[in-house]
């Protein structure tokens, strides 16, 4: 019985399953923590997951990155934190409920009651935690899920709040009143890097809009303007957003930017000038402008303080305090017209732009996103997207269109809730910030210092964000959440308490905190104390409150909860619920050596644990930080739900096993890269590189069953082995080393990539294929230094590869080493390259890889033996190293007899073709004298244009100098052998066949059928099995002359030849270089001894 058990599973599903039944009945995880304890500490920290939805393909494309980084860092010897976390806080969760519940938005929340509604989302957050700690297991992904944090829990407040009073201190939380990004559907606004997060493309409404002029001339004092007079002028605008034209109260020009004044059918239309070009032929069905009369030209400037018409009565407004245009640098002339309408209560730069002028501010529209308070009941009660139609019917009917309205006429990058998908409007309200703009600087020096993989995000697409850095919203109307420790008095709004633990509440309240305590809403909001700023005597103006219920000097939370990014940020003090426990353990954890999420994460988490860090300890929070592309599906599309296109990872990883999955996802392109995943490319890019380790381990297996590595006399030292072994050991070397290199400078896909090709070119379709004779001959002992070769080749192979695959690595490891490989050291180098060797192996490839081309050229199989052949190699292959690999060259192209050439003179003649348009641009009139110079060069000149390198000569007492894109060096063959040629490298077949090749090449043919049909049948490669051959004479002579090779390559105990075998499990009539010939194979039973005819 073989001491190497072989891989019997039905499929590589089977096999991860039977070694995940011995991860779990060894508790491996928690071995290796153990093992790796008093190592140098690896900080890892986890982004976390909400786990009221089931985890997708790209979470397991994270989750891959990963752990490959925590288990090459454990197989190093460090000790690595791998706790895991749930993000369990926010909007997703409440809708999720509301979804549940049947109800839809605030309103019906607050009539079911916040308690409630707040308990039913602490319900659902692990509703799909099973399914995400199963798929973690499934794919080889090590956490520590018995001790994770949590981010509802009271502890986690507590150092949320602690860090957010920390951030006060330092005058960086605050209320403002500002233009946000708002979801009218959620009914909260969003930050800055939320916004990111929910961008597509979108088409919206384009309406362009006559405004009449009521007063124009040169601005006077005040911004009054002279009347108007002659024909109407109107000022022309665009929009996208019809809705806010009722709450329009000025319009913006850019004051150094040309106007013209276009009198188009009677009316004078003003307009940016290059905008014209555009516009008016756009409106006009393609009249040129030129056609039509420029009434006048003005600058922006000029045109600052004209008076204007409302364009809609929906609101009362004093004319004399609006409907003017002020100046706005702002103000493009991109797109559009190059004038703007402003609505302060709907854009930022409105906001800011009409609380400089001092014009009007109103809002006609609720916190739900529809109309409230207009004259105008069609539009009342309608949503801002229901009314863009409504308004621009009327519009039309009043003749304020220019051209016509486009419902859907502009496609363009638009936000939308990446909670909820709804559009989102910005809307000016009251909210709380961070006011991060007072430490930018300080953020970007911190990006600057962490290592981004790939670096371009961490100065591009982040570092750019972080330039154009806005103030934090903090705030959130909403319910589920971390409640903003804000208490505020009754009487003076200016009086605020923020609380930083549960103790100062306490000590605030006057007394001590029950024992089911919950801080969430709507328990906290229930607490409240005396005001310390007006206690004991109040002084100053006092201002009361309306609130209902606030008694004088009393101080109540504010309502609103935070963003749950900040929940997610604060998690590398909150898991150790610091500053109040573990401080220790916290300044040990802090900051990460490493974290790894989405591209879409540099605005949330990757931000959101920046900005924490910053503000609140002036640190990063993070030092190397892995960015994986986003995950489409197989056409470059987003999945979703809406396209039926989102692929289960569960069904995925069943049909073809975690380890190719992880190898596809880590191999196919770099992992910065957008990844197309297509399930039906998974078995070709990765499925058979894990077939082709399989079988490797097969081939050993099978042949080594008498073998023990642990015999003094199992193998000769490496240093005396054949030169071939030699080769493979010091590329093994080399492998370790390159493979070192790139997971320790974060580049998991260039060393995933070096450990597939090594396996595949250089062990299996190499190393193995061309010493199949050392392992295993009729009758004999396989070669002790090629099974010991070969097995150091699996213990390390597989040791590398453990982070990657981390299944069949360990299934193969404990079959050649005994114990598992996650317990193993990550293998080092040895130093055994060798430089000199690695050419002579190089130039051995090249030449049977040129000889498989000579072949090609004439149809010429490699089964067909060939009689002689000659070879060319650069002179920097060290020729004794490369003659005694020779005879792997001839067994490698089926070759009797090599020789070597000393010069590739005496099989090809080299000669130069000038190309006379590179000559020409050198040498103009002398380019035919140059090409003459060029065509008389030597072969060892052209070689040295082949090398790259330039050759001067002089030629009828003119000098030149050729370069090597000023020829073409062809080669001519001087005989009639097949001939190919790479540089140097040259390789000269001849195809004269003789009756004895022919009919060895017949005999290989017979072993190639016979290994399909083996294949067919889905025999085992151990198994011994019987042959028979009937058919074509010439076919059967040549078996029974190659009756001991072919019974030897098909491991057949049994060949008839002439005669059919009785009871066949296979048998096949096919032809074999045109000649008719039957094959059939059944499993041996025992009769009739090898080699002979029974």
């Not at 009565?313 to 004093?318: E, G, Q, R, S």
């Not at 986003?630 to 739900?641: F, H, I, T, W, Y």
Request: include cysteine.
């Amino acid at each position: 019985m073989s001491r190497y058990a072989p891989l019997e599973y039905a499929g590589q599903n089977a096999l991860e399953l039977a070694i995940l039944h011995l991860w779990r009945s060894e508790d491996l995880f928690h071995q290796t923590l153990k093992a790796t304890r008093d190592g140098p500490p690896f900080v890892f920290y986890e982004g976390p997951p909400t786990a009221n939805g089931k985890p997708g393909i790209h979470h397991v494309f994270a989750r891959t990155i990963k752990d490959l980084v925590c288990r090459y860092q454990t197989m190093l010897g460090r000790s690595v934190t791998r706790i895991a976390g749930w993000d369990t806080h926010g909007l997703p969760v409440e809708i999720e409920v509301e979804k549940e519940l049947g109800i839809r938005g605030k309103p019906d929340i607050e009539k079911l009651g916040v308690a409630q509604f707040n308990r039913r989302c602490k319900e659902s957050v692990f509703r799909y935690k099973a399914d995400w700690e199963s798929l973690s297991e499934r794919i080889g992904y090590w956490l520590d899920y018995a001790h994770p944090y949590v981010t509802y829990t009271n502890q986690y407040i507590e150092s949320v709040w602690w860090l957010l009073k920390r951030l006060h201190q330092r005058d960086w939380l605050y209320e403002g009143h500002k233009v946000l990004p708002y979801c009218w559907r959620c009914g909260t606004a969003l930050s800055s890097h939320e916004l990111a997060l929910g961008y597509d493309t979108h088409k919206s409404p384009s309406i362009f809009l006559l405004f009449e002029v009521t007063q124009a001339g040169e601005p006077v004092p005040q911004g009054r303007a002279k009347k108007t007079q002659g024909p109407k002028r109107f000022l022309l605008v665009w929009t996208t957003t019809p809705w806010t034209l009722p709450s329009n109260v000025a319009i913006a020009v850019h004051p150094d930017f040309t106007y013209v004044e276009v009198d188009v059918d009677g009316r004078h239309v003003i307009v940016e000038k290059t905008l014209a070009q555009r516009i008016i032929p756009g409106a006009t069905h393609g009249k040129p402008l030129a056609s039509y009369l420029q009434v006048a030209e003005y600058r922006g400037r000029d045109l600052v303080g004209w008076r204007y018409r409302q364009l809609l009565d929906a609101v009362a407004v004093d004319p004399k305090k609006g409907f003017r245009v002020v100046a706005g640098d702002f103000v493009t002339n991109e797109e559009g017209t190059g004038l703007v309408h402003l609505a302060p209560a709907f854009g930022a730069d409105d906001y800011a732009a009409v609380q400089q002028e001092g014009l009007p501010f109103f809002n006609v529209v609720d916190a739900g996103g529809r109309f409230a308070g207009t004259n105008w009941d069609a539009i009342n009660g309608k949503t801002v997207f229901e009314a863009n139609p409504v308004i621009a019917a009327r519009l039309e009917r009043e003749g304020k269109v220019f051209g016509r309205y486009q419902p859907e006429g502009y496609e363009h990058s638009y936000p939308f809730c990446w909670r909820c998908d709804s559009p989102l409007i910005y809307y000016a309200r009251k909210s709380w910030f961070v006011r991060t703009t007072a430490f930018r600087d300080r953020m970007l020096e911190i990006n600057r210092e962490i290592a981004w993989f790939p670096a371009e995000v961490g100065t591009g697409r982040f570092g750019e964000w972080l330039e154009n850095n806005v103030d934090w919203a903090l705030s959130r109307d909403r319910y589920w959440g971390t409640p903003l420790p804000v208490w505020r008095c009754s009487e003076r709004e200016d009086h605020l308490v923020v609380i930083g633990s549960y103790q100062e509440l306490a000590e605030r309240l006057g007394t001590a905190l029950p024992a089911d305590f919950d801080p969430h809403k709507p328990q906290i909001d229930d607490l409240s104390f005396p005001c310390p700023h007006c206690a004991p005597r109040r002084s100053g103006p006092v201002r009361r409150s309306r609130r209902q219920g606030a008694a004088p000097g009393t101080m109540r939370r504010v309502p609103e909860v935070i963003d749950a990014w900040f929940d997610s940020g604060s998690m590398p003090y909150a898991q150790w619920h610091y500053p109040f426990e573990h401080e220790a353990e916290f300044r040990a954890h802090f900051p990460a050596e490493f974290i790894c999420e989405g591209l879409d994460q540099t605005r949330g988490w990757f931000y959101s644990l920046l900005a924490i860090a910053a503000g609140a300890f002036d640190q990063p929070a993070f030092r190397h930080v892995i960015v994986n592309g986003l995950v489409l599906d197989a056409e470059g599309r987003k999945m979703s739900k809406r396209l039926g296109n989102v692929v289960d990872p569960v069904t995925v990883v069943s049909e073809f096993g975690a380890d190719t999955v992880r190898l596809y996802l880590l191999a196919s392109s770099r992992v910065a890269n957008e990844k197309r995943f297509d399930p039906a490319t998974i078995p070709e890019l990765a499925g058979g590189f894990i077939t082709r380790l399989r079988n490797t381990y097969g081939f050993f297996a099978l042949y080594a069953e008498n073998w023990d590595p642990t015999a003094g006399s199992a193998a000769p030292a490496p240093s005396v082995r054949p030169a071939v072994d030699r080769w493979l050991l010091g590329r093994l070397d080399a492998l370790v080393a390159a493979v070192r290199e790139a997971w320790s400078g974060y580049d998991v896909t260039a060393g995933t990539r070096a450990i597939m090709d090594f396996c595949d070119n250089d062990l299996s379709n190499w190393y193995v294929r061309v010493n199949r004779s050392r392992f295993w001959a009729p009758d004999t002992t396989a070669d002790p230094a090629a099974l010991a070769t070969l097995h150091e080749a699996l213990v390390t192979v597989t040791r590398l590869l453990a982070p990657a695959a981390p299944f069949t690595s360990d299934a193969i490891h404990r079959r050649v080493a005994g114990t598992s490989v996650h317990l193993a050291p990550f293998p080092g180098d040895y130093g055994r390259q060798d430089p000199d060797l690695e050419g002579a192996m190089r130039a051995i490839r090249t030449l049977a890889s040129l000889a498989r081309a000579a072949r090609d050229a004439k149809a010429l199989r490699v089964r067909q033996p060939l009689a002689r052949m000659r070879v060319a190699v650069p002179a920097a292959v060290r020729q004794d190293l490369f003659e005694g690999l020779l005879p792997l060259l001839g067994e490698e192209v089926n070759v009797k007899r090599v020789d070597v050439v000393a010069s590739d003179q005496e099989l090809v003649r080299l000669r130069a073709r000038p190309n006379f348009a590179s000559l020409g641009k050198v040498y103009g009139r002398q380019t035919p004298a140059a090409a003459e110079a060029a065509r008389s060069l030597s072969p060892p000149e052209l070689r040295e244009l082949e090398a790259g390198r330039p050759v001067s000569l002089t030629r009828d007492g003119s000098p030149f100098v050729i370069r090597p894109e000023d020829v073409v060096v062809e080669r001519e063959v001087v005989s009639d052998w097949l001939i190919q040629s790479e540089g140097a490298f040259v390789v000269a077949l001849d195809p004269a066949l003789s009756e004895e090749l022919v009919r060895e090449g017949l005999a290989r043919e017979v072993v190639n059928r016979v290994q399909r049909l083996r294949k067919e049948a889905g025999y085992d490669y151990a198994l011994r099995i019987a042959v028979s051959l009937s058919g074509a004479p010439d076919v059967l002579a040549a078996a029974s002359v190659y009756r001991e090779f072919i019974a030897g390559e098909t491991l057949a105990r049994r060949l008839e030849t002439g005669s059919d075998l009785p009871d066949p499990d296979v048998s096949q009539r096919l032809e074999i270089d045109g000649r008719e010939v039957v094959i059939s194979l059944r499993r041996h039973d025992g009769s009739g001894p090898h080699g002979t005819t029974a």
